[in-house]
């Protein structure tokens, strides 16, 4: 058998670099896309938390509204002089 010298391999810088820039951007890209999705789950949080308020407005005038016309009726007659007392 023939005695054959290996030469030492030599990595390929090149490809190292872009594996390394594909990776960072790989990991910059995930974090800008956690951060936008943070955002839209924040929205939309919000925008429960205001309707919830808005549906307890509403829902609190409607179980008010009874009671006003009885209030708002008996001012009408105590403008006309029929009051009789509350």
Known sequence: MSQQENEPDEPNVGAIYVIIVICILTVIGSIWGLAEYKGHLDKKLQDSINQAV???????????????????QKLKEAKRGDFNGL
Not at 58 to 67: C, D, F, G, I, R
């Open 54 to 72: 808005f549906e307890q407005k509403e829902q609190t005038l409607k179980n008010e509204a009874p009671s006003k016309a009885i209030i708002e």
